[in-house]
């Protein structure tokens, strides 16, 4: 199948039909506040309290009333001392409370005057050097969450700080979607693992399996249950085979090689053969050979994507559409990468009629530098790199040009 890149479908199209078999699965977990990090809330997070749940301290200072210090250098008496976790008593006229970060506000007082701008004095009063307004340095009962409010929306992709929240709100553990279960398995004679030839005994021809290592590692990061089903020959029936065993229990079956138009590329025959093909190359950058199909499994269908065997083509391709695959799948709700927009510190005259993700770095001065070697094979550009370059169809770049980057920090996870 030679489409020219003009017949085949952009990576916005080839995303948004994808997405659009992309159903939130059914089933979710119940997992401790602690082990939720980067699992998808599966219903609202509403709190039963509100945040703070009373007004208090900002800050180690003095609660005093305002109307006790008309002007700067008054002298009040200490009457109560007030740490965080304790409850003091009514703060009578004309005295000043010490009081703690976190300790609630005694009633009758409106302000906190830091420590800083106090001088203690010997006989146990306070001079307060600063004449305070109403409501400084006090923390509001429920400024922060208000009871009744939802704090963390379903669809929500939890973080550390989703985490925090979440404690924070008396929440010991959370609903989340189910993960989803991926068969994983790379086809291709000339693959070998590492640890079982050495280097210096590798036949001609042959290479150790990369993809398998990155493409294992990204599923799990994303919340994946990963079955790791190896290698696969090169052989149609084998690869029938492998596809039809692998839709058992999984929800998705990933592949990596195979999927191109050499007479060794047995993935889509076998996927026409055992359910559905939907799509098949698409005008991107590295990854044009790239699958998206079904397969009968128990009882229902399994989703198959065959992603090509090069391996900055596997890990672009990942990246920008199974990524957003699978997070729809656990019902996310935020399924694009971040991108910023940021100054290139290089020119890039050979604009494709593909859409291209370029890999770069920032430098020093924040612009992007590119790595020499732009093949699809050159795995060195993903490791040297620390994000992706992603260029229109058919715009060049020159030094200055303001580009949209996807920093891999934000497409690893």
Known sequence: ???????????????????????????QDTVSTFEADRRVLAADLRSELQVPPLDNSAM?????????????????????????????????????????????????????????????????????????????????????????????ARGTRLTPAALGMAASIGVAELPVARRPRVALFSTGDELVMPGEVPPARMRPGAIYNSNRFFLRALLQRLGCEVSDLGIVPDRLDATREALRAAARGHDLILTSGGVSVGEEDHVKPAVEALGRLELWQIAIKPGKPFAYGAIAGDGASCHFIGLPGNPVSSLVTFVVLVRPFLLKLQGATALAPAAVRLPAAFDWKRADRRREFLRARRNADGALELFPNQGSGVLTSVAWGDGLVDTPAGQPIARGDSVRFLPFEDLWG
Not at 109 to 133: H, T
């Open 60 to 152: 180690d200072g003095y609660a005093v009333r305002c109307a006790d210090v008309p002007a700067a250098g008054t002298v009040l008496p200490v009457a109560q001392r007030i740490a965080a976790g304790d409850v003091g008593t009514a703060l009578a006229a004309g005295t000043a409370a010490r009081i703690f970060t976190g300790a609630p506000l005694p009633a009758g007082a409106d302000a906190v005057v830091m420590q800083e701008d106090c001088d203690a004095l010997e006989d146990g009063r306070v001079r307060i050097r600063v004449q305070p307004a109403p409501g400084l340095a006090v923390r509001r009962a429920g400024e922060d969450v208000a009871r009744g409010a939802v704090v963390l």
């Open 1 to 27: 199948m030679n489409n020219p890149a003009a017949a085949l479908k952009t990576l916005d199209q080839a995303l948004a039909q994808l997405l659009g078999y992309a159903a939130p699965l059914a089933g």
